[in-house]
């Protein structure tokens, strides 16, 4: 092969448009094994036509086999300046050893694609010199319940290009991109279709559906790259961080409760309940929000289908107590502080607590004089 001539040079080299210094040494093998084994090198370097060729080359001619995948590349964020300058699609696909998406060693199949994508996505200079928002999504997404499934070899899991599409990948604040936050639901559902059937008619789903930006999608309860399953402990979704660190967001905001006429309150009557406190203690397997108003499927109270609405109650509460009963069910959940308690139960809480402070300031009161009265005899003694 007449190009491997000067090809077959391990120190070959040129700099790019970016003023990095990339290696122009072909070898032999990864072409023979490539999806392109057989073709001519000219046949993808379609500006040469003699040797020796010019120093500075067009990029191969990907897009006389691949027209379609290249001008999707022209339209997403990837194809537009200024990463338009810097990127080709051997950056994702490799260049003289491009193999088919099936095979392992392919760089864009599934179990080797978070890699790629890190190439740059995981790059503190190149985060920083493209303003990407978000940094290092990779080794957020490689620690997620999608990403050791990827590596496990489940080639159902969600990848990069599942969630962001592959060639037209678009910001996510365009309207058509897969991961904008109103296509968010039907991106995750492509996956999980029951859920998102649930989500789409729950409180949220219809919210959503009528534009409401502060409506929470998938996104805003398991979080973007680091999604985990609720057993673990840290997932935002766990018992112990829901009603806090996922419902609480929205519905301990005072802002949000006024701006939509949500009850106020929430959050903080619930951590002040039985259960709130025996999450807090540890107790794992108390009530949290989504045991009694459900997950995915949440509806107002007002709906016949909610777990919350009156003729429902004894089938929620009796899924912890099995012997709930009707007057069991009629309970308080979020009480206020207005409407904690009743005239008597008031007046033997304001007794409890004044013989609290009657008990124990009298016991700090004796046990000072007492402490007095013994310095000062172990004075007069010298």
């Known amino acids: ?100 998406q099936a095979d392992t060693l392919s760089w864009v199949n599934p179990k080797q694609l978070a890699f790629t994508c890190g190439r740059c996505h995981a790059d503190p200079a190149i985060v920083k010199k493209y303003h990407i928002p978000i940094k290092d999504p990779v080794t957020a997404y490689n620690r997620s319940v999608h990403g050791r499934l990827t590596l496990a070899g489940v080639d159902s899991a969600a990848t990069c ?126 009530a949290n929000c989504g045991s009694c108003h459900g997950v995915h499927n949440i509806l107002p109270s007002s709906d016949a289908r909610s777990m919350i609405h009156p003729d429902n109650l004894v089938k929620t509460c009796g899924q912890c107590h099995p012997n709930a009963s009707a007057n069991f069910a009629r309970g308080p959940v979020h009480v206020t502080e207005e409407q904690r308690e009743g005239r008597v139960v008031a007046i033997v809480r304001t007794i409890y607590l004044s013989l609290i402070v009657v008990v124990i300031g009298g016991m700090l009161l004796h046990n000072g004089l007492d402490f007095i009265r013994k310095s000062k005899q172990m004075l007069r003694r010298g």
């Open 161 to 286: 290009s599942r969630c962001h599409g592959s060639h037209k990948i678009l910001d996510a604040n365009h309207p058509a991109s897969p991961v904008y936050h109103f296509n968010i639901p039907q991106t995750c559902g492509s996956c999980h279709p029951a859920i998102a059937q649930e989500f789409v008619a729950s409180v949220h789903g219809t919210a959503v559906a009528r534009g409401l930006r502060a409506a929470p999608v998938c996104t805003d309860c398991h979080m973007e790259h680091a999604i985990e399953s609720p057993a673990v402990a840290s997932a935002p979704t766990s018992a112990r961080n829901v009603a806090v660190e996922t419902c609480g967001r929205c519905h301990g905001s005072t802002r949000l409760a006024e701006k939509y006429g949500m009850r106020a309150g929430r959050v903080s009557t619930f951590a002040d309940s039985f259960h709130g406190l025996a999450l807090r203690s540890g107790r794992l397997s108390a």
């Open 1 to 100: 092969m007449a190009c491997l001539v000067c090809h077959g040079d391990e120190a070959l080299t040129a700099t790019d448009s970016t003023g990095r210094e990339r290696s122009l040494f072909v070898i032999p093998g990864h072409l023979e094994n490539s999806v392109h084994a057989g073709f001519d090198c000219v046949t993808c370097h379609a500006d040469i036509t003699a040797i020796p060729h010019p120093e500075k080359l067009a990029p191969a001619a990907c897009h006389t086999c691949h027209e379609e995948a290249v001008a999707e590349l022209a339209e997403s964020v990837h194809g537009r300046a200024p990463l338009a300058e810097a990127l080709t699609c051997s950056d994702c696909h490799g260049s003289h050893d491009i193999r088919a």
